[in-house]
């Protein structure tokens, strides 16, 4: 079984402007709201290629009713721990340019962080777990490590999508997969990534911290694999980005989905690559035919 966490779920609410002036009163041309977080955004695109998977996480307040409904209408199995404080509401506004607010994230208390632990406690080597998205403020910095660091006897494979610390700390944990941008990956080393060749050297580098797999998007550029037997960089297509909402975690749902259906690792990088570009490429997220659409569009090269 597949099971994605997402500590910090929220509301996001998509609005789009024709134009945006500090101070002024704007009409808003259409708008969306959908449930949102990391974990979440994995098991929608699971779940859009025909895959199960149970969410887990953390839901409260009128907020999180809401996630909670939108999750279950969407088929995906979930055992949502409530708490009292009410989930985070995230603005997406989309005129010109796009600009995102990231809301305040609720209170964890304790006793519903070990509810987790409980749940996390009894998946097997049978089990994938997807790590995703932001910590909050009220949950220890180096949760992700801790659950890692218990469940690594277990043989869980983890998939860890996290930034700063949260991926510092998780790496020493020998993740299957992470997924980090070439800004995060650049932030982890103190450099700034330009080019497939240098996200190469430093994927390279978090392969010797333990990582198994690592995924390196880079936006128009493309995006970079590095594993112990081979390192490949992808091409994408070049069309301006509809929807920036989603794509990395397209990319970590594709590449689940292709590894557990028996790809080899090329195939389900130019997978996990044309699932982010189609998410990248629409409003929403990818389906099984907007990929099929992609995947002759990626051209994949061999780095080493």
């Known amino acids: 079984m597949i099971y994605t966490v997402t500590l910090n779920p929220s509301i996001d609410y998509h609005v789009w402007v024709s134009s945006f002036v500090e101070g002024t009163i704007h009409e808003a ?26 969410a887990l996480g953390f839901v409260g307040g009128f907020s999180g009713a809401f996630i909670q409904q939108q999750v279950e209408r969407t088929g995906i199995a ?17 005129a010109k340019t796009e600009t995102d607010i990231s809301g305040v994230s609720p209170e964890i208390p304790t006793a519903a962080l070990q509810l987790l632990i409980e749940q996390l406690d009894k998946l097997t080597a049978a089990d ?35 930034k700063g610390d949260a991926l510092r ?10 997924k980090p941008n070439h ?14 060749e240098e996200a190469c050297v430093y994927g390279q580098q978090a392969l010797s911290l333990g990582a198994r797999h690592v995924i390196v998007s880079m936006a128009a550029k493309g995006a970079v694999y590095v594993s112990k037997d081979a390192a490949y960089a992808a091409s994408i297509p070049q069309q301006k980005p509809v929807n920036s909402i989603g794509a ?3 990319m970590v749902a594709g590449f689940l989905y292709a590894h557990t259906q028996g790809m080899d690792e ?20 990818c389906t099984r035919e907007k990929i099929a659409a992609y995947l002759p569009e990626i051209t994949i090269t061999r780095l080493k």
């Open 183 to 196: 800004h995060e990956l650049g932030e982890l080393y103190g450099v700034t990534i330009a080019n497939a």
């Open 78 to 94: 979930h055992r949502f721990i409530s708490i009292e404080q009410n989930s985070r509401i995230n603005i997406k506004m989309k």
């Open 29 to 54: 041309q259409k708008e969306r709201t959908d449930a949102g977080g990391k974990g979440i955004n994995v098991s929608k695109v699971l779940k859009a290629l025909g895959a199960d998977s149970t």
């Open 128 to 162: 994938y777990l997807v790590l995703a998205g932001s910590v909050p403020h009220s949950v220890p910095a180096d949760i992700y490590q801790q659950i890692m660091k218990r469940l690594r006897d277990k043989g869980v494979r983890v998939m860890l999508d996290a």
């Open 266 to 285: 090329q195939e389900a990088f130019r997978f996990a690559v044309a699932a982010g570009s189609a998410t990248a490429l629409s409003e929403g997220f």
């Open 248 to 250: 990395g975690d397209s």
């Open 169 to 178: 700390s998780g790496l020493a944990e020998q993740p299957f997969l992470i």
